[in-house]
Every structure is written in structure tokens, then in C-alpha cells.
């Protein structure tokens, strides 16, 4: 049943690419995610961990325009632009997220990560152009344990 219900939804199920690179690399470190679309009106459900690397991700890039104009000026040395914006040695300076294959555009991003397990909604505001031409069915009455997953 569930092999069946994975078979007719893999459409949905869309990759993110994240990359990042600490501040004492050159080496760029790559890892890729998945999400599923849940529906035309944007909304993806994926893992805790996924969202708040999205969320990360925001977070760092505030700090990384700063960094990158005070390494480009060179006012002070790298290692003390660092410890000015407490960057550790294994830190993220720069962390970026791309979905892939996915949708074309969509005007904002809104996050809902469950308290303690490890789900997390995501909402595309304003989609257009998604990547799959169906949307999962999900069961309406009541399923069995194992009976229908969508």
C-alpha cells in the first residue's frame, strides 16, 4: 500500500540543494534535501532539520553582506572580522539554499516547524510554475493504521 501511494506521488517529491563554506576553506560543502509539495496553493512538508536550515540560512546571509564588504575593503584582518561577528573556525559564513526543480517563483517563504517532532510546513507565498502537474489525495475518511498513506 505504501509502495503504491510513494509510486504515484514521487512527482511531489522535490530536492534542495544547500551549499556552504566556512571561513578558514576554500572547500565548499554540499548536501542535499528533499521536500514534498503538498498542494497549488504552495504548501511543502519536509523534516524539522530542513526548515531550519532555510531559517539558518537567512540568518547567516544577514551577516555575510557585511562580512564580504569589510573582507573586500580589507579595514581589518579576516581573523578579526571573525571574532567581531563571533564566527567560529567551523561555522557557516555563507550558507545558501536552492530548490530545485520545484517552482519558479514565489514571493516569500513562511516556516511552521512542530514542537517536538521532527515535521515542518513550509508555505511558497504567491506560487507559480510548479514542477509537478498533480498534487497528492489525501484520504478523507478516517484510514486504517497502514491502510492509506495518500
Not at 13 to 35: G, H, Q, W
Not at 56 to 63: G, L, V
Request: charged share 25%.
Amino acid at each position: 500500500m505504501f509502495k503504491e501511494a510513494i509510486k504515484k506521488n514521487l512527482e511531489c517529491v522535490k530536492p534542495m540543494a544547500t551549499a556552504y563554506k566556512t571561513p578558514y576553506s576554500d572547500e565548499l560543502v554540499t548536501n542535499m534535501y528533499s521536500l514534498f509539495l503538498i498542494n497549488e496553493e504552495g504548501w511543502a512538508l519536509t523534516t524539522k532539520g530542513v526548515a531550519n536550515n532555510i531559517i539558518a540560512a537567512e540568518k547567516i546571509y544577514e551577516n555575510y553582506e557585511k562580512i564580504k564588504e569589510e573582507l573586500i575593503l580589507n579595514k581589518v584582518p579576516p581573523k578579526k572580522i571573525y571574532k567581531k561577528y563571533k564566527i567560529k573556525e567551523n561555522d557557516a559564513v555563507i550558507l545558501r539554499n536552492i530548490f530545485l526543480n520545484t517552482l519558479d517563483s514565489w514571493s516569500g517563504l513562511k516556516i511552521y516547524t512542530h514542537e517536538y517532532l521532527d515535521l515542518a510546513l513550509i508555505h511558497f507565498e504567491n506560487p507559480s510554475g510548479f514542477a509537478c502537474e498533480k498534487f497528492p489525495v489525501f484520504a478523507k475518511n478516517n484510514p486504517l493504521q497502514g491502510e492509506s498513506l495518500c
